[in-house]
């Protein structure tokens, strides 16, 4: 599948090209999409995934950014895996399950979630991650 979400097609592959988004992506193509990414990073336990960590302000508002990811997740029909530790620390993990790695699809999901999903962020969290600031609840 594909993201349902042209706004978010077009800004990923540049308007009219056609592209499968469930074809794996090579390293390197991981590695230059995620340019564009800097909340992301690229991990490989078995299988390459993209994922974003952050310490949020308190339970509450982890909760609330994995409900935001949900709803975003479940209009898009591409889910993530979403962890919550320590009663903060929340890891988004993205890859396609359906062809063991990542895809485009992966990085239109991040894409969506960065535009869309504002984070109640530990004030200590975000003053030692600026670059996160776009993606705070102000």
């Given at each position: 599948s594909r993201p349902n979400n042209p706004t978010l097609r077009a800004v990923l592959v540049g308007g009219g090209r056609k592209v499968n988004f469930n074809t794996l992506l090579s390293t390197e193509q991981m590695a230059e999409e995620l340019k564009n990414l800097p909340l992301w990073t690229q991990q490989q336990h078995g299988i390459f995934k993209i994922s974003r960590k952050f310490t949020a302000k308190n339970f509450q508002a982890a909760l609330d950014c994995i409900s935001q990811v949900g709803v975003i997740a479940e209009?898009?029909?591409?889910?993530?895996?979403?962890?919550?530790?320590?009663?903060?620390?929340?890891?988004?993990?993205?890859?396609?399950?359906?062809?063991?790695?990542?895809?485009?699809?992966?990085?239109?999901?991040?894409?969506?979630?960065?535009?869309?999903?504002?984070?109640?962020?530990?004030?200590?969290?975000?003053?030692?991650?600026?670059?996160a600031d776009s993606t705070a609840l102000k």
């Open positions: 209009r898009e029909g591409h889910h993530p895996d979403l962890h919550l530790t320590s009663y903060r620390d929340v890891e988004i993990v993205l890859f396609t399950h359906k062809v063991g790695g990542v895809t485009l699809n992966d990085f239109a999901l991040a894409r969506a979630l960065d535009l869309e999903v504002k984070i109640s962020y530990s004030p200590k969290w975000l003053q030692e991650n600026p670059e």
